[in-house]
């Protein structure tokens, strides 16, 4: 493997690049305030990453838990825009668990093998008016997807019994140390949380020490070559393609598979071990407490489209070359 150090230069190389070029304005004041946008966001999302936030049995913790656990089940695999909306608009009932207890909200699917998709076999009156936004649900953006809705009833119920006598974080852990991240991601797939992104994100999102390798990582990992690093047998042709199973390999390179996101996750906390909140401070002005967390925004941010609502105004992954592993052609930062 390439040196680790190497790796985190180019990391700094990355996020004073996003910062300096990616939220860049002609107009000075404004390219200041995009700034200081991203900065927000960035610090806030880090703040609220940290598991001590999510220890002990008050209904804040619980509840807490409980938010993050649902909201990512309804952010995947649809744009982030369609499931903001439709959380705002079913939070009001989703954000307590103890709702589902009500049996309005029984329901049972099974899979249509003629269809190829799963159907309804019994719903209780909520669920009826979730899936037609009809009743409470009049004039609100629900999702219809079954395996969701069955998923997310049954874990409220599941966690709703476990937390009246036990902390909430174990219904996550099982007990398991909190550094041991496979063991507790093994568990939650074992109570049918959801797929292995969706709760790596949830993981990420409570403070466990995890990214969310989605496509947008796992393509800069890719580029930079980071990922023949440390992907066994990883062919020198792979495309952007095969990282969606659309390319010469199929499925067989996808990144939601664990042989890639298992080793980019591992490689990810190799090079922030020995991170120096010092260089990074240094770097743009400022860096959180939460290294990882905003290892993993700054990544994303990268490659994403420019979103006006966090600053940015380009993406900058396009074109990658190698010359973004030589740490000497970043241009010099100073934070504000």
């Known amino acids: 493997m390439k040196d680790l150090h190497d790796k985190y230069q180019t990391y700094r190389c990355i996020r004073k690049r996003v910062w300096d070029e990616a939220t860049f304005s002609p107009d000075s004041v404004q390219h200041d305030q995009n700034k200081n946008l ?47 909306t439709e959380i705002s608009d079913i939070s009001f009932i989703f954000d307590h668990y103890e709702n589902f207890f009500d049996g309005k909200w029984n329901i049972k699917i099974e899979w249509d093998k003629k269809e190829k998709k799963h159907k309804l076999v019994e719903a209780g009156s909520l669920i ?6 009809t009743g409470v649900f009049e004039k609100r953006q629900t999702v219809g997807n079954l395996v969701k809705l069955n998923k997310t009833i049954g ?10 006598s036990h902390d909430p974080i174990q219904f996550v852990t099982l007990g398991a140390d909190e550094n041991d991240i496979w063991k507790i991601h093994e568990h939650l797939q074992g109570i049918g949380y959801t797929s292995d992104l969706t709760a790596l994100h949830f993981m990420m999102d409570i403070g466990f020490q995890v990214i969310k390798p989605d496509i947008v990582i796992s393509r800069l990992f890719l580029h930079l070559g980071w990922l023949h690093d440390i992907v066994y047998n990883l062919p020198d042709d792979i495309t952007d393609d095969d990282l969606v199973g659309k390319g010469k390999y199929k499925s067989k390179f996808q990144y939601t598979s664990p042989k890639l996101y298992k080793p980019i996750i591992d490689l990810t906390r190799q090079i922030l071990k020995n991170n ?25 941010k990268y490659g994403q489209e420019p979103e006006k609502k966090w600053g940015l105004t380009k993406n900058l992954s396009r074109g990658l070359g190698a010359d973004l592993a030589k740490t000497s052609k970043c241009p010099s930062s100073t934070g504000s």
């Open 38 to 84: 991203l900065k927000s966001k960035i610090t806030n999302l880090c703040r609220e990453s940290d598991l001590s936030r999510f220890r002990g049995s008050s209904d804040r913790v619980k509840n807490s838990i409980w938010h993050h656990m649902w909201t990512k089940i309804r952010y995947a695999g649809i744009k982030a825009e369609i499931a903001s």
């Open 128 to 133: 009826e008016d979730f899936l037609s936004r």
């Open 155 to 164: 874990l409220a119920r599941a966690y709703g019994k476990f937390v009246k």
């Open 276 to 300: 120096n909140s010092d260089d990074l401070k240094h770097d743009i002005g400022w860096s959180t407490n939460n290294p990882i967390r905003e290892f993993d925004i700054f990544m994303v």
